[in-house]
């Protein structure tokens, strides 16, 4: 069946655990984890709730193909309504916590209201308890599962929590997993602090059962994985270089946003690309890389782990950094680099470490930094409010602010609310490079003019993993597109945004999406899952999906107006690279995205379209 089929509702005000049977024709209609979630979601809360009031729901949800033997079958959602941006959230994270929740029983945990005082959750197969957190209150993301772990004798137990940046609300802070595993973008974590809820800890030993049809199961994740290993993406290239292999790609066609878009190709890129982390450093003759990581069930283990100069400026004080540890992966190197033209590479592995230690999304982090020195650049910030000069470029500014970001000191307090407040409050909203307040990832839709589009129109705010045409218009999968022209984005943007709400939504990575189509999700969906799992199905599915989405954002009070790009992009041509002199073409694609969509031009489903998709 590969549900579970119930969920644990867990009311932080009234301090109980519930167990619910889960709503099975909502698991035919949504699959699963984002999808499933979701529908939870938008049932259960007014679209205008204040994304920080206990009225508020955060959902952990996992996927019918989570803990499963379909590679990269571990994946877990967090679905709420999102701070950072009001819209609707959802993020979604590898490791092993999602397989963990399945091998307890559970498909999804509902969280609703709010703790007088901090507490964790237990669960331990059945049993669900909620644990007073007082003594983890104020720690790291790393402290706490350590600290679980010895409290619990039990090294197995996967943890997800919040750091002090979930705790202090920063309007990005995430939800650590595995220690450098995250639900990252859209402040899932200031949700969770919010809740006073520390930590979910969860031991499972049930393993998952009920596969429907054992035999077609195991011939079609068998099949799938003979494809990613045959792939050049996902069978040599991730696991070599990781993400980061496209750091000198996107750069040399002119599409790495540089100095807060200023400019579209870094100098620098080559020192902190995917090359640069396997070479020996000048210092101590070791390369930053130590080897790759695979989150569960995953063969294609793009993850990195590395090891960071313990001569650095930032760390040769702090043995408690010498150590092993998860990143750089490609978003955060740009975030931390690229997007402030820092160059130096050991500066951007500490910077994501603290995100890391202290549970901060990296990619909106890096870009308020990027508008901050903007800022500064301008002399609207000056070194006695910042607390110390930040010029793009700088190194030292940039382990400065994420400390003080991290820990919610002096200016920090002030980054921590993302790009578009502190530009805002500057006088200078323009120079705040998101959309729906969520700040872009590392693509520059100058010169990917899809992903134009795909910001301007992901339900979450601005983000590469709703609708990523970069596989198309860069890398030719599964078909080449011109970068430079709009002709054909609207229709590649909606098959990229559905299809991969079936991909987050059956539970697995979407960076199989280079190597997989639906068609190689859809044996391994219908031989796992009860009833008709067909190839019509799962489109219907995905489309049902973003449209259930869009209808709570429009609920929430975002219109056609939210759909756009900061003046940047559509006024300031880009200065060099093959985009040279190119804006992006939002004005043209937007209307007709609307029409293929089956959207008045409001931005609204029609009644046909919501009665098409039973919406
Ligand atoms: S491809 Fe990378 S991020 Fe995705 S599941 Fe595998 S290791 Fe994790």
Redesign the pocket.
Known sequence: MGWNRKLLRVNLTAGTCTEEPLNMQWADDYLGSRGLATKYLVSEIDPKVDPLSPDNKMIMATGPLTGTMA??G??YTVVTKGPLTGAIACSNS??FFGAEMKFAGWDMVIFEGRAAKPVWLYIENDKAELRDAAGLWGKSCWETEEQIKEELQDPLVRISSIGKAGENQVLYACIVNDLH?AAGRSGVGAVMGSKNLKAVAIRGTKGVSGIKDFGAFLKATNDAKKVLADNAV?GQG?PKY??QVLMNVINEIGALPTRNHRDVQFEDASKISAEAMHEKRESDGKTQLVT????????????RISEIDKGHFTVKNSPKYWGASGGLEYEAAWALGAANGVGDLEALQYANLICNEQGMDPISFGATVGAAMELYELGILNDEKIGIPAPFGSAEALAKMVEMTALGEGFGKELGLGSKRLCEKYGRPELSMSVKGQEFPAYDSRGIQGMGLAYATSNRGACHLRGYTVASEVLGIPVKTDPLTTDGKPELVKAFQDATAVFDSAG?????SFAWTLADVQPQVAAACEGDWSMEKLNEVGERIWNMERMFNNAAGFTANDDNLPPRLTNEPAKTGPAKGLVNGLAKMLPEYYQVRGWTPGGEPTAETRARLGL
């Open positions: 590679s990269t571990g994946r590898g490791g595993r996902t991730l990781g993400t790759n990581a695979a989150c569960f069930g995953c063969t294609i283990a793009c993850g697995i990575c979407v960076f199989t």
